[in-house]
Every structure is written in structure tokens, then in C-alpha cells.
């Protein structure tokens, strides 16, 4: 019992630090976004916020379960216990977070709104790519006259007011670091989609909630026997990590509306078309499930034998 409640206790902790870290993080990201906007945009807290928090739910959910099943395979809590308390813990606190966003989107207080100071002056430059935009009036200024210099092209000036000869090119953002790589942007996206996946759950009701969130979690959870895979733990973790990764993959597979609808014509009418998907995700945890199960047996059968 004692490792089952350092278990809850680990669960515990760490869904709420990384759900707490992930949605500063990324609310801080949306807040430079803001900063460095030209031209300047207002920046809604509240929205922003919300928008962060979804996010992060997504991201809490699967490192949850990630740490939460290495940290039972090392120390060797019982695995059935393990399971339930991951399981359980986790969608537990996802349906809270959620219930709570639910509310705080239904709030008739209005957003606290702050709009930012205008960025630089007259003559600013800014680029995008190979792509130079210089500045002539104040940058908060959208359809202000500019000079723009395309590579291999002749310097252009953009006057006002616009015309059809005249079509002033939309500004880009200011860059005050380099773009972001392409596995962070990719990765971002899909957590993205989950996130949205899961407040189009919620929105349609508990159960459609549920029953997406539960197959999800038993999937993640039945993936357990990859920390035994190798005597490294860290190559361990970080193998569960890339299949963790390819789930997420394959919920954002299982979600595109193109295969939505062959699924749905698939079906023909056999199951409603919002627990197809998590019907599928289902029948997946349930072939790992049984690997598990099997597994076990024959390592209790191993150490029959050996005694």
C-alpha cells in the first residue's frame, strides 16, 4: 500500500506541475506573439489564458502518464494497482481541469483587456525569410506606406490608398529569435488538435467525454512493458516517449474529417459516429493490454521455475 500511495502522490504532483509549468510557458509564448505584432494587436488575458490552459491539458495528460508508469515500473508497484491508479488519477483531473475551463469560458465578466505600446518608430525593419519591409510611417499602422525589398527583385514602394495596382503585402512579425524547429512546431499542433479534441468531447456531453478520454488513457497506460524492454531506463523512457508520440499521431489520424468520414461510411450506422474513433483506440489498448497480461504470466512463471 505504501508504494500505491507514493504512486497517487507522484500522479498527483506532477500532473499539476506540468500542467501549471506547460500553461505559463505557453501563455508566455502568446504574450510575445502579442509583444512583437505588427501592427499591434490587444492582448485578452482571459482568452489567452484559457487558450494556454487547453493546451497544456492535452500535454498534462500525456506526460502524466508517462512519468507516472516509469515511476511504477521502478519501483516495482503492483502492476494492476498501478494501472487503476494512473488511469483513474489522471482522467479524474483532466474531467476537473476541463469542467473548469468549461466554466471559466462561460464567464459574463468581461476579458481583461491590454493593448500593447507601439513597437519602434518610423523606419523600422522587419523580415521574413529573404523578405525585407521597411517601415516609413509609425508600425502600428497596418496600411501605412512601406519599402519592400524581394531577393532578385527591384525595390518596391507601397503607397496609400490602396489600389488594384497597389496591394500592400501584410507585415510580418517582428523576429526576436530564430524560427522554431520543425519538431516543436509539429508537436505543438498535434497537442494542439488533442487539446481541441477533447473540448469538442466535452461540449457534446460526459459521455462522449469519457469515452474518448478512458480508451486514451488505457492505451497510454497499457504501453507499460516498454520500460522493460531494455536494462537502460533512460532509453527506456525515452522509447516510450517516441510511441507515446505515435499515438498522439494516431489521434490526430483518427480525428482528420477525411478519415472521419470513410470511418463513418465504414460503419454504416453500427455505432454513432462519435465513439467510432475512440472505438478504435479501444480495440488498440485492448491487444496491449493482453500482451501486458501475457507478459506477466511468464515472468511469474519464470520465477516459479527458477525457485
Known amino acids: 500500500m505504501k508504494k500505491i500511495a507514493r504512486l497517487v502522490l507522484f500522479v498527483i504532483v506532477c500532473f499539476f506541475l506540468v500542467f501549471v509549468l506547460s500553461t505559463g510557458l505557453s501563455f508566455l509564448r502568446l504574450w510575445l506573439d502579442a509583444a512583437v505584432s505588427v501592427p499591434v494587436r490587444s492582448f485578452l488575458y482571459l482568452d489567452d489564458v484559457l487558450r494556454s490552459a487547453r493546451w497544456a491539458l492535452s500535454f498534462a495528460l500525456y506526460l502524466t502518464v508517462l512519468f507516472g508508469v516509469n515511476y511504477a515500473q521502478r519501483n516495482a508497484t503492483p502492476a494492476l494497482g498501478s494501472f487503476l491508479a494512473v488511469v483513474i488519477l489522471t482522467g479524474g483531473f483532466c474531467f476537473i481541469v476541463e469542467q473548469g475551463l468549461s466554466n471559466a469560458r462561460l464567464m459574463s465578466a468581461p476579458p481583461y483587456l491590454v493593448t500593447n505600446s507601439t513597437l519602434g518608430n518610423a523606419g523600422l525593419m522587419l523580415h521574413q525569410r529573404e523578405t525585407v519591409i521597411t517601415l516609413i510611417d509609425r508600425p502600428a499602422l497596418e496600411t501605412g506606406s512601406r519599402v519592400i525589398a524581394v531577393p532578385e527583385r527591384p525595390l518596391v514602394y507601397q503607397d496609400v490608398p490602396l489600389d488594384e495596382n497597389n496591394e500592400i503585402i501584410s507585415l510580418p512579425r517582428v ?75 494516431l489521434e490526430v489520424f483518427l480525428n482528420a474529417p477525411s478519415v472521419q468520414a470513410v470511418l463513418v461510411d465504414f460503419a454504416r450506422g453500427l455505432l454513432p459516429n462519435e465513439f467510432i474513433s475512440p472505438f478504435l483506440i479501444m480495440l488498440c489498448a485492448v491487444l496491449f493490454l493482453l500482451y501486458d497480461i501475457l507478459m506477466y504470466f511468464a515472468r511469474e512463471r519464470g520465477k516459479r521455475g527458477k525457485a
Open 175 to 249: 523576429r526576436f529569435r530564430e524560427e522554431d524547429t520543425v519538431l516543436y512546431n509539429n508537436l505543438r499542433a498535434d497537442f494542439s488538435v488533442s487539446a481541441a479534441q477533447l473540448d469538442a468531447r466535452f461540449d457534446q456531453g460526459i459521455v462522449p467525454f469519457i469515452a474518448w478520454l478512458v480508451p486514451l488513457l488505457i492505451l497510454l497506460a497499457a504501453l507499460s512493458y516498454i520500460f522493460e524492454v531494455g536494462a537502460w531506463p533512460l532509453a527506456n523512457l525515452f522509447l516510450c516517449a517516441v510511441v507515446f508520440r505515435l499515438v498522439l499521431l
